[in-house]
């Protein structure tokens, strides 16, 4: 079967709050998701007491962005990020074999008896494995977060262990917000960093300060889109052929 | 073989009914394949776990019991039942019957209909109550066997865990009731559970390999040993060392997992061999253990009735001597 999914661009927000500076998260996420980047939130609970609110901003963001949203603790975080990525990868292929399905005969997988949708289903398995994925991990880094941020860089470095064994290409960039010196987010961890102590970068994990999420997305969305055009230029040909194959 | 040795232990547990809260079916609906219009009628909801719920059913068809694995995700669905399908003719994994899917609230639902299990699953088990040492490896020595089977057909287990192993007791065995973890050997790890997976404990990869396995399996084993739940996010491997050396088990044992836990590629064969002989060991222990309880106690009764016998003598002769 011919597919015209060669990447899963993946955003993953990781938040203990709702948003307090600049613009709507939601808004931002729904440009992301016109750019066939998905947006997935976790949303971390404190284990005592939580507002209701917060909640809400978790789930619409991950709705706008056409993601998942997930609600943890701070101990499971990294389990959850593990299949929150694995989850948003088989989804975006199964929703892009979905459509062209539509296009072709007019039904999607659910409007076929199960025997018949197994070779599909066992297809798109096959391939979330294979796939190339390029992953934004977005971390809250704001006040709130001080006594959390030794067990999410854990889970980082954890996801960072089981991508890595999955058979398709994996581009991973750790991003904060807000950032350093007041600016809204920094990039922690960069695609093209081929540093092998990503533990000594994430170290630069700061907590401070408010939530502006929505300039967060905006600027990950930018830092994405630019790395892949980069890298399109780069070994366009070699993607195009490896697609054909 | 080890089989029969553990039954007596837990024949006489109840089944309990689970709380119903979030049900998402109730004895009142019936449920209509959509693809092959056969009825079900749901009894009591058995569990849940990932993005599944598993619930108890009647076939309206043939009146039989079934569980039935209901889930909004329609690829984990088709992966395990094509994996149930090929484990088929393996005993310790759970017979699949059926996949269809069903309408509820317009929303749609994919489910298998798999063997129903009476029993209660390990965890549960050793909640209740305490499982002694040699049944402990009498149960991991079947794991054992059956793993080297499953890995044989080219596939890891990758989620194993006490609540996946059930206490059949219809066939008096144990058996495997969940393959979501199911992944081909050499692929990654797709679904894992902290407490039983080596990369939380920082003691290997998260790659699907034989001693992927291997490891889970020491971890049940511990679990097993310890009783108490571990968490890889409150211990640490050296933690877990520790807890072990403290218990009242055989230094073989002692010494076998925790070298295992240094070790980075586990091998199943060894593991396999060193358990049976552990087996013996442990087995003459309790042995030997119950026979000192037992002398205690006869030892106890004899000093108690020569005492007895004295006092007697002596109130006799003091008695004697006053007239």
């Known amino acids: 079967m011919e597919n015209n999914i060669t990447m899963v661009k993946q955003i993953i927000v990781v938040t203990d709050g709702e948003s307090n500076l ?5 808004a931002a996420a729904k440009r992301a998701h016109s750019k066939d980047i998905t947006i997935s939130t976790i949303g971390i609970l404190n284990s005592n007491c939580q507002k209701e609110k917060p909640f809400e901003e978790v789930a619409n963001i991950a709705k706008a962005g056409g993601g998942y949203y997930e609600y943890t603790y701070i101990e499971d975080l990294s389990q959850t990020l593990h299949s929150l990525s694995y989850k948003t990868v088989s989804n975006t292929i199964q929703e892009a074999v979905n459509k062209q399905l539509k296009e072709l005969i007019g039904n999607d997988i659910n409007q076929m008896p199960p025997e018949s949708r197994s070779k599909i289903l066992n297809y798109i398995d096959e391939y979330s494995d294979d796939v190339a994925v390029c992953c934004c991990v977005l971390l809250d880094c704001s006040g709130s977060m001080t006594n959390k941020i030794h067990s999410a860089r854990n889970s980082i470095l954890d ?3 089981s991508l890595k064994n999955r058979r398709g290409k994996l581009f991973l960039a750790i991003l904060a917000y807000p950032g350093v010196r007041g600016t809204d987010s920094s990039i922690l ?10 533990e000594r970068s994430l170290y630069q994990m700061k907590p401070n300060g408010g939530t502006p999420t929505a300039a967060a997305i905006d600027f990950t969305v930018d830092y994405m889109a630019s790395f892949i055009a980069k890298m399109r230029n780069n070994m366009g040909e070699t993607l195009e052929l490896e697609a054909t194959v | 073989m080890a089989g029969i040795l553990f039954v007596p232990a837990f024949v006489n547990l109840k089944n309990e009914v689970m709380p119903v809260e979030n049900c998402l079916l109730t004895q009142q609906t019936t449920i209509t394949g959509k693809w092959k219009n056969k009825k079900y009628k749901p009894l009591k909801k058995l569990g849940s776990g ?7 059913v009647r076939s309206m068809e043939d009146n039989k019991q079934y569980a039935m694995k209901v889930s909004q995700d329609t690829l984990s669905i088709n992966r395990e039942y094509q994996l149930l399908k090929k484990f088929h003719f393996i005993d310790f994994v759970v017979n699949v019957f059926d996949i269809d899917d069903f309408v509820i609230e317009n929303n749609l639902k994919h489910f298998l209909l798999i063997e129903y299990i009476p029993g209660v699953n390990l965890k549960d088990y050793l909640l209740k109550s305490p499982i002694t040492i040699d049944i402990a490896l009498g149960i991991i020595m079947i794991i054992l066997e059956e793993l080297e089977n499953i890995h044989g057909l080219g596939y890891v287990l990758g989620d194993l865990k006490l609540e996946n192993i059930m206490l059949d007791n219809n066939h008096k065995k144990i058996r495997l009731i969940d393959l979501g973890g199911v992944v081909e050997i050499n692929g990654a790890i797709k679904e894992y559970t902290p407490a039983y997976d080596r990369g939380a404990w920082r003691c290997g990869e998260r790659k ?23 968490d ?4 640490n491997i050296n933690s877990i ?11 073989e044992l002692k010494e076998l997992l925790i070298t295992s836990y240094r070790e980075k590629n586990l091998n199943l ?22 026979e000192k309880k037992k002398n205690k106690v006869i030892n106890l009764a004899f000093l108690a009735s020569s005492v007895f016998l004295l006092s007697t003598f002596f109130l006799i002769t003091i008695l004697m001597l006053v007239k």
């Not at chain 2, 990932?50 to 108890?56: I, N, P, Q, R, S």
């Not at chain 2, 699907?208 to 571990?230: C, N, P, Q």
């Not at chain 2, 890889?232 to 211990?235: E, F, R, V």
Request: glycine fraction near 4%.
């Open chain 1, 22 to 26: 600049g613009g709507d998260p939601v």
């Open chain 1, 159 to 161: 996801l960072m262990d």
């Open chain 1, 189 to 198: 961890f960069d695609f093209e960093d081929n540093t092998v102590d990503i």
């Open chain 2, 50 to 56: 990932g993005t599944a719920k598993v619930y108890l």
């Open chain 2, 208 to 230: 699907a390999e034989a001693s992927y396995d291997v490891f889970s399996v020491l971890m049940m084993l511990t679990r097993l040993i310890i009783g108490a739940k571990i």
């Open chain 2, 232 to 235: 890889p996010n409150k211990d």
């Open chain 2, 241 to 251: 060392i520790l807890k072990i050396k403290n218990k009242d088990i055989s230094h």
């Open chain 2, 269 to 290: 064969k060894y593991i396999k061999e060193k358990i049976k002989e552990i087996y013996n060991i442990e087995k003459n222990r309790v042995r030997i253990e119950k």
